[in-house]
């Protein structure tokens, strides 16, 4: 099984955390046995950075490719994984089975579209929230509240129905 995971975001408080997508990934890898390609763009640098030093080889990087050449890839892989962001909405698009995470913003409103998305997104008292109010959001609850264990149950749901 390939996994295309996508941690980053044009904003980084729609990223969900990077200790979560580090114990997801060697699950992923650990147990379902799938092979991880992190996709990245130049705005998550530091992000795949922090990836290599927590989870070693446990990745394949495909790096600011064109976006062409990253939708035949994302159409390859058998799941996607990412927050709130561009790539993500491009997962659906290529119709790859998608799990996006959301936090801040509204998904009803700014969530990929199709029959393959699964959006996670636990409301929270003050989300979602305007941009001005995310840029100084200091405690993320809305993200901080969608868990390792929701992810995995939904690959595991997903891994069931679609293969």
Same mark, same amino acid.
């Given at each position: 099984?390939?996994?295309?995971?996508?941690?980053?975001?044009? &904003?980084?408080?729609?990223?969900?955390?990077?200790?979560?997508?580090?114990?997801?990934?060697?699950?992923?890898?650990?147990?379902?046995?799938?092979? #991880?390609?992190?996709?990245?763009?130049?705005?998550?640098?530091? #992000?795949?950075?922090?990836?290599? !030093? =927590?989870?070693?080889?446990?990745?394949?990087?495909?790096?600011?490719?064109?976006?062409?050449?990253?939708?035949?890839?994302?159409?390859?892989?058998?799941?996607?994984?990412?927050?709130?962001?561009?790539? @993500?909405?491009?997962?659906?698009?290529?119709?790859?089975?998608?799990?996006?995470?959301?936090?801040?913003?509204?998904? &009803?409103?700014?969530?990929?579209?199709?029959?393959?998305?699964? #959006?996670?997104?636990? =409301? &929270?008292?003050?989300?979602?929230?305007?941009?001005? @109010?995310?840029?100084?959001?200091?405690?993320?609850?809305?993200?901080? &509240? !969608? @868990?390792?264990?929701? !992810?995995?149950?939904?690959?595991?749901? @997903?891994?069931?129905?679609?293969?």
């Amino acid at each position: 099984m390939l996994v295309a995971v996508h941690p980053g975001s044009g &904003s980084r408080q729609k990223c969900w955390s990077l200790d979560r997508y580090v114990e997801l990934i060697l699950w992923l890898n650990e147990e379902m046995d799938a092979q #991880i390609l992190i996709i990245s763009g130049p705005a998550d640098t530091e #992000i795949v950075e922090d990836l290599r !030093v =927590k989870v070693k080889d446990k990745f394949i990087l495909a790096d600011q490719l064109p976006l062409p050449f990253l939708a035949a890839i994302i159409k390859r892989c058998n799941l996607f994984v990412g927050n709130d962001s561009g790539i @993500t909405h491009l997962a659906a698009a290529v119709e790859t089975p998608a799990i996006a995470i959301f936090g801040s913003s509204d998904p &009803s409103m700014w969530g990929p579209r199709g029959e393959r998305v699964k #959006i996670l997104f636990k =409301k &929270s008292a003050c989300s979602p929230c305007s941009f001005d @109010t995310r840029r100084n959001c200091i405690t993320q609850t809305c993200l901080g &509240s !969608v @868990t390792v264990e929701d !992810v995995m149950s939904e690959i595991r749901y @997903t891994y069931q129905h679609s293969f």
